[in-house]
């Protein structure tokens, strides 16, 4: 079993601090350059399952008819679309250039561009409400980002994120996750050491998160659902397709390696067997807090 940073998604379970001095920079970097390649295997496979949270998410940050949104890590442009059915007024924004291409193709009435979450192009107080589905553990410095979303809020308006629960019930992505622990990969130095993949999946680190960056009422609920997947090569395939740090990880490793991870893989993912392929685990977190009026 590998040490606690061997996974650049931290130790198996994301919980354990990591032991490699974190590149915040050149993770940003890294997530920023593989997100431009990313964009169309995201949405193809992620799609049905991410917006299955937007609800909840939008529910958490009050956003209604009327609301000014800022939808961070915008992707495909899902949770702005929701917005928008909502009557709320929304931009949308990602650091990755082909993110916010396909969400304007996907959405041409919605406004979106690209920025960096961690030195936003906005005033302060932009904002009656700020929203990232799944953005914090794609960020080298989480507890800037927070306090960066949190500026552009106007007094009274809430911020709401949510990110994967732990590999063991987020098992659409645990399984691959535990396999690649389980064959002993380790991380290569193209792949920047960032912080834990997991870390948030604790529910003490998110309300710490919240109320560092300066807000009140904080509150953490999980969303808990089945994600149908047809096979093992389904799954598979939309996960070295729509994601970075486990795709990096695995391709890095020699062929063997390679090999005894989709070993541990097909026999992980044999739990979830039915007549008509794969029920998987899916849960995830979101939080979400106040800007108090001073």
Known sequence: MPDAQALPYGDPHGMAPTQTPIDPDGFNRFEAAAWEQRSEGYHNFFAPITTQVIEPLLDAACVERGTRVLDAATGPGYVAA???????????????AEMVSLARRLRPEIEFQQ?????????????????????????????????????????GGKLALSMW??????????????????????????????????????EAELVRLLDGAGLSDVAVRTVAFTHRVASADALWQG???GTVRIRALVLAQPQA??????????????????????????????????????
Do not use: W, Y
């Open 82 to 96: 929701a917005c928008a059915v909502r009557g709320a007024d929304v931009l949308g924004v990602d650091v990755a």
């Open 115 to 155: 920025a960096d979450a961690e030195q936003l192009p906005f005033a302060d107080g932009s904002f009656d409400a700020v929203v990232a589905n799944f953005l914090i553990p794609h960020v080298g410095r989480p507890e800037r980002v927070a306090a960066e979303l949190v500026r552009v809020l106007r007094p």
């Open 165 to 202: 629960d732990a590999p063991g019930r987020a098992r659409l992505l645990g399984v691959l996750v535990d396999a690649a622990a389980e064959a002993g990969a380790q991380p290569t130095a193209d792949i920047p050491p960032g912080p834990p993949f997991f870390r948030f999946s604790e």
């Open 239 to 241: 996960l070295m397709g």
């Open 257 to 294: 390696e390679q090999a005894r991870i989709r070993t541990a893989f097909d026999r992980l993912v044999r739990v979830h067997a039915t007549e008509d392929g794969l029920e998987l685990p899916v849960s995830v977190k979101v939080a979400s807090g106040r800007l108090e009026v001073t």
